[in-house]
């Protein structure tokens, strides 16, 4: 069992360094049904090995100036909350509510695989940073509170979440965004292991097992990405993992888990409707932002000065 364990966790480490991101979403799955961890177990253990495998590579980056550290403190210091706050959160909520919720972020972690849509090109011109240096704050806090959420109630790194919305929203190129993800993957890791302090439950020698060869495993991931084309093997990892997460939702939903949803629901009502008033508060001031950002102005003064033009033309041509 130990040496099946052993293969899998190198397997997740190759996965981590081909595609950046992603492999790590399997840690789960793997503790729970192969080592017999209990979810909140699992999901400690897999943050250890998250933070531990993302800090290795993050040096690298660092060394190659790729980790665009202010943008990084920005996103990280909202996801450290979040992450955090989903920690905490993790204990008042049923293993198999967790993983329900697991299988969710799977499937949703699967799409974006599948669509593999390539990140926006660079417009920076010789001799600029590779930095910006005007960031929109509001929407970066938002998707840093939300992703961290995320990896502090299931245990995954985020990367699938995090690449697009550096090089979406905060600008970087594609390298830069993949470096400075891997920065917040770590202290969002910390965070959410903080939260998860309270109910912390770890076996060293496994945790140990795991990361070791996790590591070894991002290491031939690293050597095998020049040779094997990431876009064709993340949309063939999408589809398996959308696979093992309709699996988990097939196996895990039944009768006895839509009662404790159904509970929760009502015993934590209050909290559950704070914390729904809050997203939805950042949700509209997101939305504000995002109106009155300057690439949404930009976009508009093009369409205007478009507009003007096609108006003049006519009349050029009737001076001619």
């Given amino acids: 069992m130990l040496f099946l364990l052993a293969a899998l966790a190198i397997l997740i480490g190759i996965l981590l360094g081909l595609l950046g991101g992603g492999g790590s979403i399997l840690t789960v799955p ?9 979810t909140k177990s699992a999901i400690v253990t897999s943050l250890v090995v998250v933070c531990i495998t993302s800090l290795i590579a993050v040096v690298n980056h660092a060394k ?39 299988a ?21 011109q010789v001799g600029e940073p590779l930095c910006p240096q005007n960031l929109p704050v509001a929407a970066i806090l938002f998707d840093g509170l ?18 697009p919305a550096l090089n979406y929203l905060a600008g970087l190129p594609m390298h830069a965004a993949i470096g400075t993800s891997l920065f917040i993957i770590v202290i969002q890791a910390i965070a959410a292991l903080a939260g998860h302090a309270s109910h ?6 496994l945790t140990g097992l795991v990361t070791g060869c996790a590591i070894i495993g991002s290491f031939i991931g690293s050597q095998l990405s020049g040779k094997i084309s990431s876009a ?8 398996f993992v959308f696979l093992l997460g309709s699996f988990l939702l097939y196996k895990e939903i039944n009768p006895q888990i839509i009662s404790q949803i159904q509970q929760l629901l009502l015993d ?32 508009k003064e093009k369409g205007d000065i478009e507009s003007t033009a096609q108006c003049q033309a006519p009349f050029i ?4």
């Avoid at 799409?111 to 390539?118: G, Q």
């Avoid at 912390?200 to 020698?205: K, S, T």
């Avoid at 064709?232 to 589809?239: I, M, P, S």
């Avoid at 009502?269 to 950002?293: C, D, P």
């Fill in 30 to 38: 793997v503790l729970v049904y192969l080592a017999g961890l209990s």
């Fill in 64 to 102: 190659a100036g790729r980790v665009c550290w202010k943008t990084g403190i920005t996103f990280g210091l909202a996801g450290m909350a979040g992450a955090f706050i989903g920690g905490r959160m993790a204990a008042y909520i049923p293993d198999p509510i967790l993983l329900v919720l697991f």
């Fill in 104 to 124: 969710g972020i799977m499937l949703a972690a699967s799409l974006a695989m599948i669509r593999n849509k390539k990140g926006k090109e660079s417009t920076r």
């Fill in 146 to 163: 939300l992703v961290g959420l995320i990896t502090g109630l299931v245990g995954v790194g985020g990367g699938f979440l995090l690449v």
């Fill in 200 to 205: 912390l439950e770890i076996d060293l020698q």
């Fill in 232 to 239: 064709y093997l993340k949309r063939g990892f999408g589809v």
């Fill in 268 to 299: 934590r009502r209050e909290f559950i409707l704070g914390a729904l008033s809050l997203l939805l508060v950042l949700s509209l001031y997101r939305l504000w932002a995002w109106l009155h950002s300057g690439d949404n102005l930009n976009q």
């Fill in 317 to 320: 041509d009737e001076k001619k």
